[in-house]
């Protein structure tokens, strides 16, 4: 056996070590857990004059993070508007009807995908596929725009795991946004995401989903 497969081995096993220590500790979620993150969470279209800090901001990517993504390509780029300089920029660029709510959060995320994220699959994977990628700039851009979507949503998830309300948004210029936040970049943006406490008196009425059977199928 080489070092090389060595470490492997023992980081595997660590990894087993690791899940089987959460599995005795957490058999699933409870009723209060499901309700935040998904039965009883909501959209909010308005905001609490509470601010969400630096440290929040930190700690919700240190849990979205871990979401998984393709080969771990994580093509997610964020950019967090929490200034007034900074929204004042994004006034202009969004939908007449998500602005006057996102000048009142107190961050508003832009979630970006970089369609050449390929050049970090040599640290990011356990080896170099960037070969897949970089002649294939269509591939790489359904594979970051998938992805990237993905990890949108683990940012949701995160936020309302830590007690943050979401906005996500996609009635936005994303070409004047690209040129206004990611401008010299390989960087597009996909959606935005209004972060903070929201206002109970600005949410809608919950509006219908799909029963299991109208959309679902085992088989
Ligand atoms: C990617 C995405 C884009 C959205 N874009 C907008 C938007 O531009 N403006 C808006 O008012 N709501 C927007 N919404 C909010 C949705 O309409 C809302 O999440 C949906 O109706 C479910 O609401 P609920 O979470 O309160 O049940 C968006 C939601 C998502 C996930």
Sequence with gaps: MTDQDDATRKAADLAAARIEDVRRRIGQLDDDALDLLFREARTHNGWLDKGVSEDQL?????????GPTS?????????????????????????????????SAPVCAII??????????HRLFIRDT???????????????????????????????ALGLDCGPMSGFDNAAVDKEFFAGTTVKSNFLCALGYGDTSKVFGRLDRFAFDEVCQIV
């Design 58 to 66: 930190h700690q919700l990517y240190d849990i979205m993070k871990m």
């Design 71 to 103: 080969m771990n390509m994580w093509p997610a780029r964020l950019i967090f508007v929490t200034t007034p300089e900074g929204k004042e920029r994004l006034k202009p660029l969004l939908m007449e009807g998500n602005r006057e709510k996102t000048m």
């Design 130 to 160: 960037s070969g897949m990628f970089k002649d294939n700039p269509a591939h790489a851009e359904t594979q970051a725009f998938r992805n990237g979507t993905l990890q949108g949503a683990y940012l949701i998830l995160a936020a309302r």
């Design 112 to 121: 970006g995908y970089d369609v050449e994220f390929w050049r970090h699959m």
